[in-house]
């Protein structure tokens, strides 16, 4: 009689930790319900007083912060240019110089930093980003914002821009897609903006006066947009 009471005690325990356990555990969510529950992170947003528009979110995952300078404005807004002059001018605000760097420099200090700072504009935006860790953030936000504020267009930095230009445009012939892709901008858009083609001519006849004079158009804080996300505080 003893035993079978020991058998019967334990049995009780048992079932008690079972209950117990299955009050404590957490439903399974599906892939669905997860889904479904999912509720994309709201970030801020505020207006300096030069008409910046600035987007904010904080993400602590990792040790690293990005952002980008959206530009309103890009070759539409520049056809009394040589076409491939706000392709130049985009390129050149990063590879060519600014602030206190040289653009050696200035590729050294990013590469010690294990940063990256871009630019590009293209037909109607312009963007310059950059990525960094978050303890190289003050280093790399006083690049970033020499890259916008004051590049320095390097006559040599655009010479060489320009010899990569005529190269790929010699090249264009040895690739059917290339040709293809040529024959239809031009056979769909004529004559307007978006069917220019750049040719070796144009490339000629882009100076360092032309990008400077479009750079001060089209670089402007009113209509643009910083987008800042990482491990950064406001």
Known sequence: SKLISAFFAVVSVLTGCTAIQNTIAPPVMTHEAE??????PVPER???????????????????????????????????YPPGTTSAMGELMRSGGAGRYGSDALDRELEKLAASVSSSFSKEFGSISFSCLSSDIERVISIFASVVRKPHF??????????????????RVEDPTTVASVAFTELVYGDSAYG??????????IS??????????????????LVVTGAVDK
């Open 35 to 40: 889904v479904l529950n999912f509720k994309p």
């Open 208 to 225: 360092r006066q032309n990008i400077s004079q479009l750079y001060r158009y089209l670089v402007r804080p009113d209509e643009a947009i």
């Open 46 to 80: 505020w207006s300096l007083s030069n008409g910046l528009k600035v987007i904010y979110l904080k993400d602590d995952e990792l040790p690293v912060v990005r952002g980008s300078l959206l530009l309103k404005g890009g070759a539409l807004w520049a056809e009394q």
């Open 154 to 171: 390097e006559s040599q930095k655009l010479a060489l821009w320009k010899s990569q230009a005529l190269e790929g445009i010699r090249r």
């Open 196 to 205: 220019k083609i750049t040719r070796s001519t144009d490339i000629s006849r």
